[in-house]
């Protein structure tokens, strides 16, 4: 039996800028930061000639290619494993659809199950590349690759994408104060809605593809706040960071309709009312989680609690996608 774990992430600036319909023309940045809420993969071989694959469902097929789930069929056959007498099973610690990068999460730790599996050694950097590959290239998933990245390698990372598709990761550079003091003062509360990424990242592609100005110009300038939150997370200046997040969703809002909705701009307006500095829901928006940057946090974590929102508290994850159990 195999074991492995992948962390979910959020996003600390430049968000949007990992899809390939902008990156291709003007290069993308970002800083993610991977936290301890993960997906789990088991993979044991089993005594029946089956392939039993349980998720939110569970399927149980004779052949490869009669699999329905799309990433576990492609990883697969990406990898070129045709044993048909295995069971894999997944877990999470948080539901998909909330914009913690589940989907990124869970391909990487298949794929580091299988590669387990085979017994072969496999870098972060392949590792998110094999995922890339499956959800944008085989699957035609219109997403970034921020997901695949920071699940792989893990910590608080910045990422340079190249308009040749190359990806450069490296860590930020903050020192232990400021690490300890952003874990403190980020609260996540769950807004209670689930949802798909697709149709907010597919208008999104469609824009860039187009050219359209409004989306680029927005584009531009979330890249640009990036790496103005990078340079304020590695100077200390959280308030300043704080800050960049309430410019950066004011500017993400802009770029669908069905970013926002009315409940969410009041939770919003109740928390930058009651303690938070800046905020912004992660991942493609529409649900998901809101997370805030409080300078009074007791206060903020009260009037959220009291408005229905529930908290999930995190630390960051500096490990990335790992097998953590083998027999």
């Given at each position: 039996?195999?074991?492995?774990?992948?962390?979910?992430?959020?996003?600390?600036?430049?968000?949007?800028?990992?899809?390939?319909?902008?990156?291709?023309?003007?290069?993308?940045?970002?800083?993610?930061?991977?936290?301890?809420?993960y997906i789990y993969i088991t993979i044991h071989e089993t005594f029946v000639d089956y392939l039993i694959i349980k998720y939110s469902k569970m399927e149980k097929v004779k052949k490869i290619e009669e699999i329905k789930h799309p990433i576990v069929r492609e990883a697969l056959a990406l990898l070129g494993?045709?044993?048909?007498?295995?069971?894999?099973?997944?877990?999470?610690?948080?539901?998909?659809?909330?914009?913690?990068?589940?989907?990124?999460?869970?391909?990487?730790?298949?794929?580091?199950?299988?590669?387990?599996?085979?017994?072969?050694?496999?870098?972060?950097?392949?590792?998110?590349?094999?995922?890339?590959?499956?959800?944008?290239?085989?699957?035609?998933?219109?997403?970034?690759?921020?997901?695949?990245?920071?699940?792989?390698?893990?910590?608080?990372?910045?990422?340079?994408?190249?308009?040749?598709?190359?990806?450069?990761?490296?860590?930020?550079?903050?020192?232990?104060?400021?690490?300890?003091?952003?874990?403190?003062?980020?609260?996540?509360?769950?807004?209670?809605?689930?949802?798909?990424?697709?149709?907010?990242?597919?208008?999104?592609?469609?824009?860039?593809?187009?050219?359209?100005?409004?989306?680029?110009?927005?584009?531009?300038?979330?890249?640009?706040?990036?790496?103005?939150?990078?340079?304020?997370?590695?100077?200390?200046?959280?308030?300043?960071?704080?800050?960049?997040?309430?410019?950066?969703?004011?500017?993400?809002?802009?770029?669908?309709?069905?970013?926002?909705?009315?409940?969410?701009?009041?939770?919003?307006?109740?928390?930058?009312?009651?303690?938070?500095?800046?905020?912004?829901?992660?991942?493609?928006?529409?649900?998901?989680?809101?997370?805030?940057?409080?300078?009074?946090?007791?206060?903020?974590?009260?009037?959220?609690?009291?408005?229905?929102?529930?908290?999930?508290?995190?630390?960051?994850?500096?490990?990335?996608?790992?097998?953590?159990?083998?027999?």
């Amino acid at each position: 039996m195999f074991i492995t774990r992948s962390p979910l992430r959020i996003t600390l600036g430049g968000g949007g800028t990992d899809l390939p319909s902008y990156y291709e023309k003007f290069g993308g940045f970002l800083v993610a930061g991977a936290i301890d809420k993960y997906i789990y993969i088991t993979i044991h071989e089993t005594f029946v000639d089956y392939l039993i694959i349980k998720y939110s469902k569970m399927e149980k097929v004779k052949k490869i290619e009669e699999i329905k789930h799309p990433i576990v069929r492609e990883a697969l056959a990406l990898l070129g494993i045709d044993c048909t007498r295995w069971e894999m099973t997944s877990m999470a610690d948080i539901p998909a659809g909330t914009g913690l990068g589940s989907s990124g999460s869970f391909t990487t730790a298949l794929l580091k199950a299988l590669h387990s599996y085979k017994r072969d050694l496999i870098h972060p950097k392949e590792l998110a590349e094999q995922a890339c590959d499956i959800e944008i290239n085989r699957l035609k998933e219109p997403i970034g690759k921020q997901d695949q990245y920071i699940a792989a390698y893990g910590g608080i990372t910045c990422f340079e994408f190249a308009k040749t598709g190359q990806v450069k990761a490296y860590p930020l550079k903050m020192d232990k104060e400021t690490l300890y003091d952003l874990e403190d003062n980020l609260l996540l509360f769950f807004t209670g809605y689930c949802r798909s990424a697709s149709g907010i990242l597919k208008e999104q592609h469609h824009k860039s593809r187009k050219n359209d100005k409004e989306m680029i110009d927005n584009l531009h300038f979330v890249k640009k706040l990036g790496y103005e939150s990078k340079s304020a997370l590695e100077r200390g200046d959280l308030k300043k960071f704080g800050a960049l997040m309430n410019v950066h969703w004011e500017h993400k809002k802009k770029r669908s309709g069905q970013m926002s909705n009315p409940k969410i701009n009041e939770w919003y307006g109740l928390a930058m009312e009651n303690g938070a500095l800046g905020g912004k829901l992660i991942g493609a928006g529409g649900g998901g989680f809101l997370m805030f940057y409080a300078q009074d946090k007791a206060r903020l974590r009260h009037a959220m609690i009291q408005a229905g929102l529930e908290e999930v508290r995190f630390r960051f994850d500096f490990e990335g996608t790992k097998l953590i159990a083998q027999s």
